[in-house]
């Protein structure tokens, strides 16, 4: 798959489907149009994605909000769907204010669109006037075909990003699994940690998800990980450790660290999958390191008995 992140970078003399939107977490609607969009790859189209490089309220309304997926885990997620080209476009303010007409001009001339395929949800251009009824209304004009593809629904509700990071904040990981399609994940390297963990025969991996990155509550999860493409399940714990003591003046960093069953490899700075599947309990600042190794026993007998019926 080609990324490409420049403006004047976007251009493609190869005929083109294209679809746009933020695909924040890749969600079942998400795969959905993918689906759609790779159908017109056997008719010899190349596929291209357009998204944004930062969400469009970061500079429309000041907020950054918390994300599913980082530009470098949808990038991963895309490439692994067999997308040939994706395009983070810079959100300026230049773009902001572009016409929703304008941006049609654009976007098919640069990139020979001959066949679009969108969300019926989805709005472009300044002020989000650009939408499907738009695309219709231009398609005579500019030769293209265009495919809408309709919202998903789950418990009488449309599946979106919004819902699924309403189900994450809540730690109802089972729900945010039927409304990805998968469990939700992150991707990131594995860095040395207190090594606390080895001492008492629990060894742990460690890694820290990127500032923008949401992380469901604190506490201890039934998870997998993916290490160099094999699957291993374990616990992971979200938090801060809070009965490793701190430096002074300092606090633990909020991280992700995993005891993987029936491993025992040096993974240090390799890149990794961690998903999560299941709640367990909060995180718990323990009186002893002993009172910790018995609750982590206790919390390996819950994971082999969540696995145990679960095929992933």
Known sequence: MICLKQMEQFKIEE?????????????????????????KKKQGLKTVVFTFDIPPKKLTAGEQ?????????????????????????PFTPEMMCMPAEEFVDWIVNNLNVKSIVIGEDCCFGHQRRGNHQLLAQLAPQYGYELTVVKKLRFEGRDISSTYIREEIKKGNMEIAEQLLGHPYSMDACVQTG???????????????????????????????????GERYVGIANIGRKPTIK???????PVGVEMHILQFDEDIYREPVRISFYSYERPEIKFDSIAELKEQITKDISFCKEFFRSKMI
């Open 65 to 89: 909000p918390y994300l599913l997926s980082t530009n470098q885990e949808k990038q991963q997620l895309f490439e692994e769907r067999g997308v040939d080209y994706l395009l983070q476009c």
């Open 194 to 228: 207190n090594q606390i963990g080895r001492t008492i025969g629990v060894p742990t991996a460690n890694v820290y998800a990127e500032p923008e990155k949401l992380l469901p509550p604190f506490g201890v999860y039934a998870a997998s990980i993916d290490i160099h």
């Open 246 to 252: 701190p430096k002074e003046g300092e606090q633990n």
């Open 15 to 39: 005929p083109t489907v294209l679809t746009i939107g933020k695909f924040d977490g890749l969600h079942r609607g998400h795969e959905e149009l993918l689906c759609h969009l790779l159908d």
